[in-house]
């Protein structure tokens, strides 16, 4: 079982970023998809959740209207588009995958700095 994320970087505030969330080893349609980011000595908190079929979209209060939280099951996999980033959006991103089991990716650093 493998998640994997990429498209993390280094962006000036205001850029904007699209992560990605590979998924391959279970059956990725089956599973609800979230993004969570951790910053330095911070908790873990969830930034967008999306069904399984892609419905349904919940989105942290201090992300609305700049991130999107996307799926293609098709093609297992999970993205993250995020826009006027800001320096507070620095942080490790998390794909987390959660259904009958729980799965978790490496994370990928984004970094909003000038």
């Known amino acids: 079982v493998h998640l994997v994320e990429s498209g993390g970087g280094l962006v000036q505030p205001g850029g904007s970023l699209r992560l990605s969330c590979a998924a391959s080893g279970f059956t990725f349609r089956w599973y609800g998809m979230s993004w969570y980011r951790q910053a330095p000595g911070k908790e873990r908190e969830l930034v967008a959740a999306?069904?399984?079929?892609?419905?349904?979209?919940n989105y942290a209060d201090s992300v609305k209207g700049r991130f999107t939280i996307s799926r293609d099951n098709a093609k297992n996999k999970g993205y993250l588009q995020m826009n006027s980033l800001k320096p507070e959006d620095t942080a490790v991103y998390y794909c987390?995958?959660?259904?009958?089991?729980?799965?978790w990716g490496q994370g990928t650093q984004v970094t909003v700095s000038s």
């Open positions: 999306i069904s399984s079929a892609g419905g349904s979209t």
């Open positions: 987390n995958a959660r259904g009958s089991n729980d799965y």
